[in-house]
């Protein structure tokens, strides 16, 4: 079956640790998506990447970086410098560029940083 | 810039009642729309989507129409289940300020309780 993986589904961490979250998509896809979700606060895009190689900050990249080295994969790492790491993470992708395409998700990574 | 805004939760309803969560939106050019809905712990699911003006999207007894003129996204649906209890999210695709990327840009989610 086609879709998109995120792993672990719950993470755990000291405060001061890099931490880095997997995703990966069987879909083809050329855009993959990173967001944060924090209640009553929807979701927030960190990074996005369009294409391999390539990538883009979203409106919260502080404290957070990416890397699109296959086309399948867009791992994300939580950084020391992000002050509050604590949020559910949730990754996406999309079909190619273009206004009437949805993002497929994937079933998230809850982050619990102490 | 682009915005969404949907009307905030908590919503309570009887299993069969009829459910209305409202949207409107701000955008540059003519975005497409979207409603997620999202399960307790899971991620986000598409329900339905439009991308012009009058289209109606529906999936599962839901359903929204894109109004232009009123710059809104209603989602209904006509007897609600207890399974149709989540998060819904209503989300619009359109260009990002002076780029050629197009985001989504989501509401702030609205939870539905349905009851028996």
């Known amino acids: 079956d086609g879709g998109i993986t995120q792993s672990p589904k719950y993470l755990f961490r000291k405060e001061g640790q890099n931490v880095t979250l997997s995703c990966e998509q069987n879909?083809?896809?050329?855009?993959m998506y990173w967001y944060r979700q924090d209640p009553g606060q929807g979701l927030r895009l960190i990074y996005y990447?369009?294409?391999?190689?390539?990538?883009q900050k979203g409106d919260i990249a502080e404290g957070y970086s990416v890397s699109r080295e296959k086309k399948e994969s867009f791992p994300l790492t939580v950084t020391s410098a992000q002050k509050n790491p604590t949020a559910f993470y949730l990754c996406?992708?999309?079909?190619?560029?273009?206004?009437?395409?949805?993002?497929?998700f994937g079933p998230g990574t809850r982050l619990t940083v102490t | 810039g682009n915005s969404v805004t949907q009307m905030e939760g908590p919503v309570t309803l009887s299993e069969e009642a009829f459910l209305t969560i409202n949207c409107t939106y701000t955008?540059?050019?003519?975005?497409?729309l979207f409603w997620y809905v999202q399960y307790p712990g899971e991620g986000l699911q598409l329900l339905l989507k439009?991308?012009?003006?009058?289209d109606k999207g529906s999936n599962k007894g839901f359903e929204a129409t894109y109004r232009k003129e009123t710059t809104s996204f209603h989602l209904e649906k006509g007897s609600v289940q207890v399974s149709d209890s989540a998060v819904y999210f209503c989300?619009?695709?359109?260009?990002?300020?002076?780029?050629?990327?197009?985001?989504?840009?989501f509401g702030k989610g609205t939870l539905l309780t349905v009851n028996p």
């Open positions: 996406a992708s999309r079909p190619q560029s273009g206004i009437n395409y949805e993002q497929y």
């Open positions: 879909l083809n896809h050329d855009a």
């Open positions: 990447s369009q294409i391999v190689n390539d990538f």
């Open positions: 955008a540059t050019g003519y975005p497409s």
């Open positions: 439009a991308t012009k003006a009058d």
């Open positions: 989300a619009l695709s359109g260009r990002s300020s002076g780029g050629s990327n197009y985001k989504l840009t």
